[in-house]
């Protein structure tokens, strides 16, 4: 889970990420969401999946992320 985490935060403040690390999260993310093995809850491969990573970012940290246009 502190892969997801961290690069949830790398997206999410990019301007504090170390150069190049951007690319690298987006990437790492997307071979999460595509591995079975991580077993991830339906809720948050969702937001994985559409790319809601503030709302993944959100959810993670136990808080409830606003409804978007899917109404999830």
């Known amino acids: 889970m502190d892969e997801i985490i961290?690069?949830?935060?790398i997206i999410t403040k990019p301007k504090d990420a170390p150069k190049g690390?951007?690319?690298k999260a987006l990437k790492k993310l997307d071979e999460?969401?595509?591995d079975?093995?991580?077993d991830l809850h339906p809720r948050l491969k969702?937001?994985?999946?559409?790319r809601s990573y503030e709302k993944a970012l959100i959810w993670l940290d136990?808080?409830?992320?606003?409804?978007?246009?899917c109404g999830e």
């Not at 961290?6 to 935060?9: A, D, E, G, V």
């Not at 969702?46 to 559409?50: G, I, V």
């Not at 136990?62 to 246009?69: I, M």
């Open 6 to 9: 961290n690069s949830l935060t």
């Open 21 to 23: 690390s951007l690319a």
């Open 32 to 34: 999460i969401v595509e």
């Open 36 to 38: 079975p093995s991580f």
């Open 46 to 50: 969702h937001f994985l999946q559409n």
């Open 62 to 69: 136990n808080g409830v992320p606003e409804k978007g246009t």
